[in-house]
């Protein structure tokens, strides 16, 4: 598996961020917001002025965060803007949500298998992957949930980003792991924070998610794409750029001691 980092988590200029990488020695990137606006939102000029950045630091992105879906209405010019940003920066897949939770799931659910279903084949035909979020906030908050969208759509269609620290919060215990089922298959990407009762965000290893455990399902499960820190926390010392330098240290070690590698 190979270490990654959302920059924005380290601080909202892009250049703050990437030199905080560098010195943690990563070599890639995921792009979300930059100066507080996610990256769809920004003008091309300073989208060139991101790909630069990148360049010039010699970090791979390999996935741009869209905020496709983070509400319970699919606006399309989000994802048509996600493959602009991705081919721009050379990203391979690219971030999106399930909806808002309501209610009515019997309804949405075969809405939103029908909506994915068409935004994933539109960015296959453009050469990129989709991938969902599971997230706390949205439709598929946990493994069971993803299983459930994924049996309703074509195998191999839908990638799936694995956030078990989300789906720790939202359930209130240790996540499953995804180390069977159709998410096993679908996972192509990893959302690496923790969650405890009493602090809510914190480091690898601090929480309930149960790190070795997840890495070792994901190791199972023949994983072996990214890990990319979100930290979602400030460190009362040193801020959010030592939060992240604490994250990446934790995983790092859990990994180690849990026998995987870690690139």
């Known amino acids: 598996m190979r270490l990654s980092v959302i920059t924005d988590e380290i601080a909202p200029d892009l250049d703050t961020a990437l030199r905080e990488c560098e ?8 792009l979300r917001s930059v100066g507080g606006r996610n990256v769809v939102h ?6 060139r002025e991101f790909r630069d950045a990148l360049a010039a630091g010699g970090f791979a992105c390999p996935v741009v965060d869209t905020p496709f879906l983070k509400a ?23 971030r999106v949500f399930s909806g808002l939770r309501v209610d009515d799931r019997d309804w949405y659910l075969p809405w939103l298998a029908d909506v994915l279903s068409a935004a994933s084949n539109q960015v296959r035909a453009a050469g990129f992957t989709l991938l969902l979020e599971i997230d706390e906030a ?16 074509a195998p191999g269609l839908l990638g799936v980003v694995w956030d078990p620290a989300n789906e720790a919060r939202f359930r209130r215990t240790e996540p499953d ?13 990893v959302h690496v924070k923790d969650y405890a009762h009493d602090q809510g965000w914190v480091k690898p290893g601090a929480g309930i998610v149960g ?25 009362p010392v040193g801020g959010t750029a030592q939060a992240t330098r604490d994250s990446v240290a934790s995983l ?8 995987v590698s870690l690139l």
């Open 23 to 30: 010195a943690l020695g990563l070599s890639a990137v995921e």
């Open 42 to 47: 920004h003008e091309q000029s300073r989208l």
């Open 72 to 94: 319970t209405k699919a606006i399309w010019e989000h994802l048509d803007r996600g493959m602009e940003i991705a081919d721009l920066v050379g990203a391979t897949a690219i």
């Open 138 to 153: 949205c439709m598929v908050a946990t493994v069971a949930e993803a299983d459930e969208l994924l049996g309703k759509m």
């Open 177 to 189: 792991t995804v180390n069977c089922g159709k998410v096993a298959e679908a996972v192509a990407h």
């Open 211 to 235: 790190w070795p455990s997840q890495l070792r399902g994901l190791a199972d499960a023949g994983y072996d794409e990214y890990l990319s820190i979100e930290t979602h926390y400030s460190a």
């Open 252 to 259: 790092r070690l859990i990994a180690a001691e849990s026998g």
